[in-house]
């Protein structure tokens, strides 16, 4: 990978200019810099190793050369989007599972709000951050980091849940340039359609754990634990979860963790 193969993947796309690196702290941190200093809409930083990726939370990503993807977008959102920002990740979740599919014809998943998984294990994660000028979203940085090959998933002790790689998933070798091209298409294919009813139902038609039962963990203590059957997704991106009385409640995006009861 370098700045030239990216450039030419990226023909055709709205991606006005790219920053590739072959090492660097967090790719996010490079777009949050580059968006400050004004970089417009759609530009993405690359790298082939992150020293410091991070996933939400202040926990850990791992990202290693050769063998992952780790990449950000920078968004500056219109009055729609701006609207729902906690649609970014989903977005996200959406174009990696569009473009597995795609490519190596696997059905991957969507663990909400921003996972995706292949056989029920963890093979990208996507990180928004946005950025405020007082009360106007001024610009968001989307970040995706996915394994594409086995020696890209860290070992078991050092994980959450568990994780897997694109080509264990598919038994063959699979083209990394051509996976983030896949990415990127189907990012920018649903970006303007995240107002659609489609939008919603091709994410719900992904959704991890649906008729499981679930349990909704508050992790920064803010919110309270719920727990149930997933049940689907709102229009507005809110988990719908049956609890235990047979109510449906929405939980809306945020400081949740989701993980199936066991
Ligand atoms: C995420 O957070 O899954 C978001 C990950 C976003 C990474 C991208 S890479 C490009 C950009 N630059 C960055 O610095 N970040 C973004 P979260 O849901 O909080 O999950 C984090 C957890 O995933 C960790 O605590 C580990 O348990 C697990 N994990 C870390 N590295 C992993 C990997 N390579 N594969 C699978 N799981 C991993």
């Given at each position: 990978m370098d700045y030239q193969t990216l450039r030419s993947l990226t023909t055709g796309l709205p991606v006005p200019d790219i920053r590739y690196f072959v090492e660097t702290g967090s790719t996010n941190d490079e777009a949050l810099g580059w968006a400050a200093a004004g970089a417009p809409d759609g530009c993405l930083v690359v790298a082939d190793r992150q020293a410091s990726g991070?996933?939400?939370l202040g926990r850990k990503w791992?990202?290693?050369?050769?063998?992952?993807?780790?990449?950000?977008?920078?968004?500056?959102?219109?009055?729609?989007?701006?609207?729902?920002?906690?649609?970014?990740?989903?977005?996200?979740?959406?174009?990696?599972?569009?473009?597995?599919?795609?490519?190596?014809?696997?059905?991957?998943?969507?663990?909400?709000?921003?996972?995706?998984?292949?056989?029920?294990?963890?093979?990208a994660g996507i990180l928004v951050e946005i950025a405020w000028t007082s009360d106007r979203l001024d610009h968001a940085v989307l970040g995706i980091g996915m394994n594409v090959s086995p020696r890209a998933v860290p070992p078991a002790d050092?994980?959450?849940?568990?994780?897997?790689?694109?080509?264990?998933?598919?038994?063959?070798p699979v083209d990394r340039d051509g996976l983030l091209r896949a990415i990127l298409e189907a990012f920018f294919y649903w970006r303007k359609r995240t107002q659609a009813e489609t939008f919603i139902q091709a994410w719900e038609n992904r959704l991890a754990f649906k008729g499981e039962q679930i349990l909704l963990?508050?992790?920064?203590?803010?919110?309270?634990?719920?727990?149930?059957?997933?049940?689907?997704?709102?229009?507005?991106?809110?988990?719908?979860?049956?609890?235990?009385?047979?109510?449906?409640?929405?939980?809306?995006?945020?400081?949740?963790h989701l993980r199936p009861k066991v």
């Open positions: 991070r996933g939400r791992v990202t290693c050369p050769g063998v992952s993807l780790a990449f950000s977008l920078i968004l500056r959102p219109s009055a729609d989007e701006s609207a729902r920002p906690s649609l970014f990740a989903p977005l996200g979740a959406l174009a990696v599972s569009q473009a597995l599919e795609v490519c190596c014809g696997l059905a991957a998943q969507i663990k909400w709000p921003n996972d995706v998984l292949l056989e029920r294990r963890k093979v050092a994980l959450l849940f568990p994780a897997t790689s694109v080509e264990e998933a598919a038994g063959s963990e508050a992790s920064a203590g803010a919110t309270k634990s719920v727990e149930g059957e997933l049940i689907g997704i709102d229009l507005d991106g809110s988990l719908l979860v049956r609890t235990s009385a047979g109510a449906i409640t929405a939980v809306a995006a945020g400081d949740l």
